[in-house]
C-alpha cells in the first residue's frame, strides 16, 4: 500500500514535494491543501485533490502524513503543532535559534494526540546538521566550520525587495575563497561573519529611485548585510528574469581534527551539496523522512522527532536485506 501525502502550502517547497512524491513509488499525493481558493490552484497529480485548508479535519482517516510547506517566521511555529494533533506531520523549519522551542511545543501537541511529528527537515537544518554530528563524534578534539553558497538566499531577497525603491532584486551569498582554502589546509582559521561569506545583491530600482540611497540602505542593513561586504548592482528587469530567475543553492560542512596520542596526525572531513534548486532538493529530503515518519507511527515511537533521532534505515524504500547488499 503507498504511503498517502497531504500537501499544506503550494509555493515552491509545495511543488517540490509534489514533483519528488513522483520519483517515490511507494508513495503517493492524496490532497494539496491551500489558503487560496482552491479553483485558482493547478497541480500536476491529476488523480490527487485540491481543498481549502478549513476543510483539511475531513481527511483525518485519509492522509498517512502531512508535509507542512510554510514558512518559519510566521506559519510553522503555528501549523505544526496545530496540525500534529490529528495528523503525522513532517516540516521545514530552519530558524535555527528557535529550533528547542518549536520542538518544545511540536513534542507536546504529538505526544498527547499519539503522533509522529518531524521537524527542522532539509539540507541546513537537516543533511548539515546530520555532518556536523557524524564529523564531531568522529573527531571529538577539532573545529567545525560551514559554509553557505554560492546560493539565492530567498530571506535575504526578500530583505532588499521590501527597501523603498526597489521593485524586485535577488540575493546570492558567496563563501570567501581564501577562508574555504584555509580550512581546507588545516590551519583552524577563526573566522568572523565578514571573513567566511560575501553578499551579492542585483535590484531593479522603481521609477525615479535614487540608486546610492538603495545601495546604502542594503549595505547598512542590520541582521542581513551590515556585517558582511556586499556588492549590489542595479539592474534592468529583463537581466534579472534572463540571468537570475532561478533557485540555487549549496554549500559546505567541513570539521578539522586531530587524532593519536600526541595529536600528531590531521584530517579534515568535508561534505558538499550544489543545488540548482534549493526547494526541490529540500523538498526531496523532506519527502525521505515523510517514510521514516510513516515507518515510526507504525511502530508507536509517537512524539516530535529531529534528523538525529530517526535511523538512516528508515529513509529508504529498500528493505535492510536489500540495503545491507546494495550499499553496506
Keep these: 500500500m503507498s504511503i498517502r501525502i497531504g500537501i499544506l502550502g503550494y509555493g515552491n517547497l509545495g511543488r517540490g514535494v509534489?514533483?519528488?512524491?513522483?520519483?517515490?513509488?511507494?508513495?503517493e499525493l492524496a490532497a494539496v491543501f491551500t489558503r487560496r481558493e482552491p479553483k485558482e490552484v493547478k497541480i500536476l497529480t491529476e488523480t490527487a485533490g485540491v481543498c481549502q485548508i478549513s476543510e483539511i479535519e475531513q481527511w483525518k482517516d485519509r492522509?498517512?502524513?502531512?508535509?507542512?510547506?510554510?514558512?518559519?517566521?510566521?506559519?510553522?511555529?503555528?501549523?505544526?503543532?496545530?496540525y500534529a494533533k490529528l495528523f503525522h506531520v513532517v516540516d521545514s523549519f530552519d530558524t535555527h535559534a528557535r529550533i528547542p522551542e518549536h520542538f518544545a511545543a511540536v513534542d507536546?501537541?504529538?505526544?498527547?494526540?499519539?503522533?509522529?511529528?518531524?521537524?527542522?527537515?532539509?539540507?541546513?537544518?537537516?543533511?548539515?546538521?546530520?555532518?556536523?554530528?557524524?564529523?564531531?563524534?568522529?573527531?571529538?578534539?577539532?573545529k567545525d566550520y560551514t559554509f553557505w553558497g554560492k546560493g539565492v538566499s530567498q530571506g535575504h531577497s526578500d530583505a532588499i525587495r521590501r527597501i523603498d525603491g526597489v521593485k524586485d532584486g535577488k540575493q546570492y551569498t558567496i563563501p570567501v575563497k581564501e577562508a574555504?582554502?584555509?580550512?581546507?589546509?588545516?590551519e583552524d582559521p577563526e573566522l568572523t561573519t565578514r571573513q567566511k561569506h560575501t553578499r551579492e545583491c542585483y535590484v531593479v530600482l522603481e521609477d525615479g529611485a535614487d540608486?546610492?540611497?538603495?545601495?546604502?540602505?542594503?549595505?547598512?542593513?542590520?541582521n542581513y548585510f551590515a556585517d558582511y561586504d556586499t556588492t549590489v548592482h542595479v539592474i534592468s528587469e529583463e537581466e534579472l528574469k534572463r540571468d537570475h530567475s532561478g533557485i540555487p543553492h549549496g554549500g559546505f560542512v567541513l570539521r578539522s581534527g586531530v587524532t593519536g596520542w600526541e595529536k600528531e596526525h590531521r584530517h579534515l572531513i568535508e561534505y558538499q551539496l550544489k543545488l540548482d534548486s534549493n526547494p526541490e532538493f529540500t523538498s526531496s529530503v523532506i519527502v525521505a523522512y515523510a517514510r521514516a515518519a510513516y515507518r515510526m507511527?507504525?511502530?508507536?515511537?509517537?512524539?516530535?522527532?529531529?534528523?538525529?533521532?530517526?535511523?538512516?534505515?528508515?529513509l529508504s524504500p529498500k528493505s535492510g536485506e536489500e540495503l545491507r547488499a546494495s550499499m553496506l
Design 297 to 314: 507511527a507504525s511502530e508507536g515511537q509517537f512524539g516530535c522527532k529531529t534528523v538525529f533521532d530517526i535511523p538512516p534505515a528508515y
Design 180 to 186: 574555504l582554502e584555509a580550512v581546507r589546509n588545516g
Design 211 to 222: 540608486a546610492a540611497k538603495v545601495e546604502q540602505q542594503i549595505k547598512t542593513m542590520p
Design 18 to 27: 509534489e514533483c519528488a512524491l513522483r520519483q517515490n513509488p511507494d508513495m
Design 108 to 142: 507536546a501537541s504529538a505526544k498527547a494526540a499519539e503522533k509522529t511529528a518531524v521537524i527542522s527537515v532539509g539540507w541546513d537544518p537537516g543533511m548539515f546538521s546530520l555532518n556536523r554530528m557524524y564529523a564531531n563524534a568522529i573527531l571529538p578534539e577539532g
Design 63 to 82: 492522509i498517512d502524513v502531512l508535509i507542512l510547506c510554510g514558512g518559519s517566521a510566521t506559519d510553522l511555529p503555528v501549523q505544526t503543532p496545530e
